[in-house]
């Protein structure tokens, strides 16, 4: 776990009572964020990218590192799941 999530996701899930859920569903967040941006992996860390909910429960994004500057990017997650599946679904704007 420590070497996939944040301290912060790691204690939000955990103390939820679906707490293989959540951490299944963030794991999926990551995941469709690297493949939107077409890279990977490659050269970005997982705890790079953690996903925290607003106030409201909104899921998003904050980034550090080599991939900070999509904080300043319009950057849109959906996740969804169950006991057994999760999935997430990232949409990037670019300015034209």
């Not at 939107?36 to 925290?52: F, H, N, P, Y």
């Not at 849109?76 to 949409?91: D, G, P, Y």
Request: contains cysteine; aromatic residues 10%; positive net charge.
């Amino acid at each position: 776990m420590e070497r996939v999530f944040t301290a912060a996701e790691i204690e939000f899930c955990l103390a939820r009572k679906d707490k293989f859920a959540c951490l299944t569903a963030r794991f999926a967040a990551k995941e469709a964020f690297l493949k939107a941006i077409g890279t990977g992996l490659r050269g970005v860390g997982w705890k790079e990218i953690e996903v925290s909910n607003n106030q409201l429960g909104k899921p998003e994004f904050r980034f550090s590192g080599r991939l900070e500057n999509y904080n300043q990017r319009q950057v849109h997650l959906s996740i969804s799941h169950t006991r057994e599946q999760a999935m997430a679904f990232v949409v990037l704007e670019e300015e034209l």
